[in-house]
């Protein structure tokens, strides 16, 4: 089993910078690729940043040039760093990580929520 562990969210002013953290434990051969979603009320899950298991990364347009992923492969941790955050940016953000065990999984964090709001 693997367990994330999410940290970061919070209330803050539109223009400013936040990041968040999502940390892997438990029994698994290793981390694969790992993402952050969110997911605001009323609107379905999207996917917000992706970063393979050798630092490759991909963005939606609406994040781009703002947000950033990156990953501590030795502590099992990815992060996202967000900054010019815009009240669209308010919702629930998710970890996702691809544990190799005996076979590839999935598994999600507990969420953290952030506000964007003057």
């Known amino acids: 089993q693997v367990q994330l562990v999410e940290s970061g969210g919070g209330l803050l002013q539109p223009g400013g910078s936040l990041r968040l953290s999502c940390a892997a434990s438990?029994?698994?051969?290793?981390?694969?690729?790992m993402r952050w979603y969110r997911q605001a009320p009323g609107l379905e899950r999207e996917l917000v940043a992706t970063?393979?298991?050798?630092?490759?990364?991909i963005y939606a347009d609406s994040v781009k040039g703002r947000f950033t992923i990156s990953r501590d492969n030795s502590k099992n941790t990815v992060y996202l760093q967000m900054d010019s955050l815009k009240p669209e940016d308010t919702a629930v953000y998710y970890c996702?990580?691809?544990?190799?065990?005996?076979?590839?999984?999935?598994?999600w964090g507990q969420g953290t929520q952030v506000i964007v709001s003057s």
């Open positions: 996702n990580v691809l544990a190799i065990i005996r076979a590839p999984t999935n598994y």
């Open positions: 438990g029994t698994f051969f290793s981390i694969g690729v």
């Open positions: 970063i393979t298991s050798v630092g490759n990364t």
